[in-house]
T-cell receptor, first 111, second 116 residues
Framework: QKEVEQDPGPLSVPEGAIVSLNCTYS??????FMWYRQYSRKGPELLMY????GNKEDGRFTAQVDKSSKYISLFIRDSQPSDSATYLC???????????FGEGTQLTVNP | NAGVTQTPKFQVLKTGQSMTLQCAQD?????MSWYRQDPGMGLRLIHY???????DQGEVPNGYNVSRSTTEDFPLRLLSAAPSQTSVYFC???????????????FGNGTRLTVT
């Protein structure tokens, strides 16, 4: 069983929709949570990070962590065609440990 | 700044051939790493380095060698290519081996390798 599970999609939404992307994990030792965005034929880039439980907001993006349920989410408000990409969740147990990535969810926002 | 530069962008190899994937960064990052990305598997760590002269194995190191003679360069060598090594390879670097959790990984744009 994978430590981090992420629905690969594909997910297709109309422009302006609210998008919810999710990951579940099995190891309660994970404390640091990140979301990376990967455009086609490019490398991933860090979008957001959070520590432990709670919410973090950055413009149209909100990252949410629920450690009791071992569940993290990324919400995109007012989605734009430029948000079309693959979104990968990533997490680590301590600040010095290696990252474990989810498989990634492919998102398309249609104009 | 160029960031993380990977060459070549594409490569086709025959089974048994060897080759080196190049990675260079100009951000003076201590930490460099190699990942492979496969459908259904996500990104998996092959090898990593926390500084010049120091390397260690990741999750899937078999069939690959690395060295780190300078801070800037971290080449990945395929010793005898196999079809199972068909993948997209990403080099990534960060300021330190995440001494702070928000030291993000900076990725190159990948090398797409096909082994026939």
């Amino acid at each position: 069983q994978k430590e981090v599970e992420q629905d690969p999609g594909p997910l297709s939404v109309p422009e302006g929709a609210i998008v919810s992307l999710n990951c579940t994990y099995s190891n309660s030792a994970f404390q640091y949570f990140m979301w990376y965005r990967q455009y086609s034929r490019k490398g991933p880039e860090l979008l957001m990070y959070t520590y432990s439980s709670g919410n973090k907001e950055d413009g149209r993006f909100t990252a949410q962590v629920d450690k009791s349920s071992k569940y993290i989410s990324l919400f995109i408000r007012d989605s734009q065609p430029s948000d079309s990409a693959t979104y990968l969740c990533a997490m680590r147990k301590t600040s010095g440990s290696r990252l474990t990535f989810g498989e990634g969810t492919q998102l398309t926002v249609n104009p | 700044n160029a960031g993380v530069t990977q060459t070549p962008k594409f490569q086709v190899l025959k089974t048994g051939q060897s080759m080196t994937l190049q990675c260079a960064q100009d951000m003076n990052h201590e930490y460099m790493s190699w990942y492979r990305q496969d459908p259904g598997m996500g990104l998996r760590l092959i090898h990593y380095s926390v500084g010049a002269g120091i390397t260690d194995q990741g999750e899937v190191p078999n069939g690959y060698n690395v060295s780190r003679s300078t801070t800037e360069d971290f080449p990945l060598r395929l010793l005898s290519a196999a079809p199972s090594q068909t993948s997209v390879y990403f080099c990534a670097s960060s300021y330190s081996e995440a001494r702070s959790y928000n030291s993000p990984l900076h990725f190159g744009n990948g090398t797409r390798l096909t082994v026939t």
